[in-house]
């Protein structure tokens, strides 16, 4: 596990206007509609083994344990099995207009480096773009950037390089001063460089611990972590 010093090392910078937004969205009486987009990993397919996926334990963490008038938000997940960038670009306004979002967040690039035509250039296009698109809705909702989790080389050699795409994601974020949660890094630095293969289902998908790690780090991240929730200190054996 990593340190405090590290988590804070790893979190998104503090003086980034979003994550004030972000923090008057979780403040307010109103309620807000969250967008959480992605592949399969956000949709939560299979690999849980019938466990929360990082979705589902985001909703329980701000609809149930934050309190009313927090119930009241609702949390959509419009993650798709085999989803890449171009994909979520060219369905934008079925995956995310269509729910009116004040919050959006976007894990994807999986499986872009096995599409081809999907290199990280074009993966660095498309994720600008869905940045400004985001901004441009209604209400200008905040874009929320989650690099996806690391994989096992030796099961799937084809998608060493998601490094490359973690990192571009990160580059993007920085640009367009858009929250970044870096799971791609946490994941590895928490276990001394290597991919933690506990986290992982088929070397690719993580599996009901994996997902518990990417809700743990998405919350403190934005700065809604607590001890004493049964959220944040759950036991996955």
């Known amino acids: 596990?990593?340190?405090?010093?590290?988590?804070?090392?790893?979190?998104?910078?503090?003086?980034?206007?979003?994550?004030?937004?972000?923090?008057?969205?979780?403040?307010?009486?109103?309620?807000?509609?969250?967008?959480?987009?992605?592949?399969?990993?956000?949709?939560?397919?299979?690999?849980?083994?019938?466990?929360?996926?990082?979705?589902?334990?985001?909703?329980?963490?701000?609809?149930?344990?934050?309190?009313?008038?927090?119930?009241?938000?609702?949390?959509?997940?419009?993650?798709?099995s085999g989803a890449t960038s171009a994909e979520l670009v060219a369905q934008f306004g079925e995956r995310v207009t269509a729910f009116s979002p004040q919050v959006v967040s976007i894990m994807i690039g999986t499986n872009d480096i096995a599409t081809s035509g999907l290199?990280?250039?074009?993966?660095?296009?498309?994720?600008?773009?869905?940045v400004r698109s985001v901004r441009a809705l209604p209400g200008s909702p905040v874009p929320v950037l989650q690099a996806p989790n690391p994989v096992d080389p030796a099961k799937w050699p084809g998608r060493v390089g998601l490094s490359r795409y973690a990192q571009v994601m990160g580059e993007v974020a920085a640009q367009q001063d858009t929250v970044f949660v870096d799971h791609y890094n946490d994941w590895l630095n928490g276990n001394g460089g290597q991919v933690p293969l506990s986290l992982l289902s088929d070397g690719l998908h993580p599996n009901e611990r994996g997902h518990h790690r990417i809700v743990l780090k998405m919350i403190k991240d934005l700065r809604i972590f607590d001890t004493g929730s049964r959220v944040c200190s759950l036991h996955v054996p």
């Open 1 to 80: 596990m990593l340190t405090g010093t590290e988590l804070v090392a790893q979190c998104p910078r503090p003086d980034l206007a979003d994550l004030g937004r972000i923090s008057t969205v979780l403040n307010s009486d109103t309620p807000a509609t969250w967008v959480v987009t992605g592949d399969s990993i956000t949709h939560g397919a299979l690999h849980t083994n019938g466990w929360r996926s990082y979705p589902e334990h985001w909703t329980e963490r701000v609809r149930w344990e934050l309190g009313k008038p927090k119930n009241r938000d609702f949390v959509i997940d419009s993650g798709v």
């Open 119 to 130: 290199g990280p250039e074009t993966y660095r296009a498309n994720l600008v773009s869905l």
